[in-house]
């Protein structure tokens, strides 16, 4: 099964509060037992004294130029995953990847010296659950 | 502001909503009353929706966390009945809730 | 055993002239299930370190950055405390604010940090992780805070979290607040004044680290289950649409808003200030707390863009706005921003204006006095004018920079009867001659004037029957809902949890510290003693410091003039309701009828024999 409708976290700024939920919830979905933001693959960028927050996330798109850039292929696409997952195992930390990416949606684990990428939560999304002002959404492509 | 019925004259009650009613908050209701009408009776005589709501909302619970005032002062749901209104009357219905 | 949620340390910080020594404590283990953290571990903090000999503004008294546990995770909105002694009261004084502040002393691997000792010139603390330093902020000294913090985003990066006082804490102003995210305020009491005392313009913290959940697939379902019940309650809309803004609204229908500095209950200009006209003429979007599903404050803009800011709180319309009879919401955004930019309590600062004002409107106080001012109520363009005055202790603006109990002994002439304030501390937005617990509240407050304790106001006669025009059932109800704060302000998480939002019980808040910290055994009942030992050791902190019944009382207007106006209209509160009320408060605490004092056996009940000892009587 490959990702026809490409799905992805979408998001509306203006909606943003700038409470960092997503990046708490998003860090403990993928380390049980903790949250770290900084572990997060979404990342918040708020500027407080306008009340401007930007919530930013990998949007899967089709080029993926993060797995092309990768020297490694510790980026790939798993059978019936559909989008590029990092293996947190075999990445080396060269960080060609956050590099490459246009959007600036690669992070990186400073601690486990490894990528950051969305993985979708495997399809329903532990942010987006989470946000309680609808700033990030799931978006089908056309 | 809306109004009930057509009527041009005669003895009508404001009703303004505070708190969410009929998925809005903040918004009035001009009422034709008898004079002399109780309030309950003022509350059953409107819309099924609203009268559905403010009856889930003000009058059933035993304590409820809505309240009402009838030109400034607060009327328990206990006293809806004894209530008779001239026709000029402001009713306003709240949110109890002080989160200061 | 290992416990989860917390950070384990207390970082204890000398600032020693020209440099800083630190050292850094484990939290204490056999105190810590006693008080937990937040306002109870910071309060045996500072019941260490600040007794009676230590003056507020004196190097030795410590400012203490506190969380709890459950601060920085993702529960509800995470708060931290700034805890010290009150350079406006003497007594103890906590003062709580939301900000990314609060998540970031646990990701830097704190649970509270301890700031004593003086600079030699202006400075700021650099915490990162585990390094400290302390660094020249002479450029930054006389700069508002809202400047002041926008510079060191830049110098340090946005990554770094920044409390800063302004220039009412650089000049001791005791009602100074300390400020973070712009808009955030730990506001009452003085914090800033603490912070200017030791030439500490600034703390910045800046953490990788993150926190442990003991049962995180539980957390994730308790989540949920707080959104839902979010969805389910009775105000969670309304607060997330409006913020305390609705208050307005509220305390207007049973005319309890403060007006004219407490002359009336109503203010015939309130549609003006109010939640509606809010949101519809200024507001422009919303901001939230660290964690907060329920985002509550307003970021709105005024007076043609040139005024912007997250509030105005209800604290801010009634007291800087109704207060002081001005109905012009923009006004009130403005006067918002200034107390921001200079770093002063919204509600300490509109209370003693409006105290000028009355003084001025009974000829207490000519213009010449005033610098020309004229300071009728409703004169938008005066109060503007005198917040800068009072943060710069310039001209007029330094008779009232004092607060409005120094201002009053300043002016003498009688005014000391509507000077509004509890134990020095200038008394927020409820007028308690329309419900009589309110006063019972302020007058049992542990920092003072306060309103963070209880707010015995349009409650719901459902598990409490009270009488808001007489004394029965008053003490208990007042006493509960100060006990229903206290797991909260320990935790520490938003007091949106409770009634007017989330509607979480007891038991909801111990299964939140049994799934972060891992406690399996904690119970509802647990808390509630944890509540009644935390709210007597403050207590206890303040009978140290001498206060004893005497001081639990309220200003003359309420107690012996009638409301002219609502439904208090024409009522006398009187010394003897007041006292019936305390009679059966303290019996309720545990407390010598006599002089307020908590007694040994209500020591001993509370286990605080080891922090307290022997209380002077």
Known sequence: MTNDRRRYIESNPQNCSGCRLCELVCSTKHNPGMTNSKKARIRVVIEHRENKNDPRVCRQCPEHPCLEACPVEAIRIPPGRGIPIVEAEVCTGCRACVEACPGGFMYFDEDANAALKCDFCGGDPECVKNCPQNAIFVKTAE | ?100 | MKLCGYAGKVLDIQLDGEKVVWKTEPLEEKILRRLIGGRGYGAYLLYRLAGPTVKPLDPANPVILSTGPLTGTPLAGSKFVSITKSPLTGLFLDSYSGGELAGEIKYAGYDHIVIRGRCAFPSYLYIENGKIELRDASHLWGQSALDTEETLKKELGSEAKILVTGPAGENLVPFACVCTDYYHQSGRGGVGAVMGSKNLKAVAVRGSGGITLADSAGLERFRLYLIEKFKKSNYGELRVKYGTTYTTVSVSSIGVLPTRNFQQGTFEGIEKINCFTMKEKIWESDHGCLGCQAPCMNFVRGRKGKVRVAGPEYETIALLGSNVGVDDIEAVAWFNELCDAYGVDTISCGNVIAFAMECYERGLLDQKTTDGLDLRFGNAEAVGALIPKIAKREGFGNWLADGVRKAAERIGKGSEHFSIHVKGMEIPGYEPRGAYPMGLAYATATRGGCHRRAKPVEIPKNRFQYDNFGYQGNAEMVKKLQDAREPIHCGILCDALLRFCFEADMKDVADMYRMVVGWEDISAQELSTLAERVYTLTRCYNVREGTRRKDDTLPPRFLHDPLPDGPGKGKIMGDDTLNRMLDEYYDLRGWDRRTGVPTPETIRRLDLEEIVGSLPE
């Open chain 2, 1 to 100: 502001m809306g109004t009930l019925e057509g009527k041009d004259s005669g003895p009508r009650v404001t009703i303004r909503f505070l708190a969410p009613f009929r998925g809005r908050d903040n918004w009035s209701l001009e009422v034709p009353i008898t004079p002399g009408e109780p309030l309950s009776s003022v509350f059953q005589r409107l819309e099924a929706g609203l009268c559905r709501e403010l009856k889930e909302k003000v009058i059933d619970p035993p304590h409820p966390p809505f309240g009402v005032n009838v030109n400034g002062k607060r009327v328990v749901k206990d006293q809806f009945e004894q209530v008779r209104l001239t026709g000029s009357e402001q009713i306003s219905i709240l949110a109890l809730l002080v989160g200061g």
